[in-house]
């Protein structure tokens, strides 16, 4: 029987009907996506979504398809950070410009920067975590290189050995941090577990209806 999403202190994982108003969804080794939709009116709302980089169906597929069903602008913190000729930009104006996206009304972020998480769990609603086996992103990491993608200002040319590395230490140096800060925020926040893309495809499902 497929596991289901839930909230955080839930035994299983399945679709899980949030109210997905200000939603942070969260993917263990996929770039964080922050998802803010729109509540009633004169409210916010917001989703944040973590995660690695690797799987097309991973998290940026997740993000995009989120976007596509809610209509809700998506905001990558890749391009945020990086420049086309692979320099970045200052902490500063990084942190001017999330400003910015977090007292729209409506947004999905997109990004791990777990630096500046916590001031994204203070503007969402809803959590989202896909918490992958590191073995799947890094598939995903080799096959999406050569890809042009819109959450990235460059085209990977090859599986850089630092990123690789982050991603097999993700589950010990990262992830952890990454559950105690959404334990914080669970009695404040929608929660929801993925433990596999299926079940994050599933739940795509039940929003289109």
């Excluded at 090859?158 to 334990?183: A, M, S």
Aim: aromatic residues 10%.
């Amino acid at each position: 029987m497929k596991s289901k999403p839930g909230p955080l202190n839930a035994d299983c994982c399945g679709v899980y009907a949030a109210t997905l108003e200000r939603t942070l969804i969260l993917f263990r080794l996929f770039d964080d996506m922050i998802w803010k939709t729109g509540g009633k009116q004169g409210e916010k709302s917001g989703v944040e979504e973590l995660g690695d980089r690797q799987s097309r169906r991973g998290k940026e597929y997740f993000a995009r398809k989120l976007r596509d069903v809610t209509g809700i602008p998506l905001y990558y913190l890749d391009m945020l950070w990086h420049r086309p000729d692979r320099s970045n930009i200052s902490r500063e104006e990084f942190d001017r410009q999330l400003l910015e996206i977090v007292q729209k009304d409506r947004w999905i972020i997109d990004g791990n920067y777990q630096r500046t998480l916590r001031h994204r769990l203070e503007a969402c609603d809803t959590v989202f975590l896909l918490d992958i086996p590191p073995e799947a992103c890094l598939a995903g990491a080799k096959s999406r290189v050569g890809t042009a993608r819109e959450d990235m200002p460059w085209v990977e040319t090859g599986l850089d050995e630092e990123f690789r590395q982050w991603i097999v230490d993700f589950p010990k140096t990262q992830l952890p941090q990454i559950y105690q800060l959404t334990e914080e925020y669970r009695e404040k926040r929608n929660v929801i577990i993925f433990r596999s893309r299926e079940e994050a495809d599933d739940y795509l499902q039940t929003l289109r209806g």
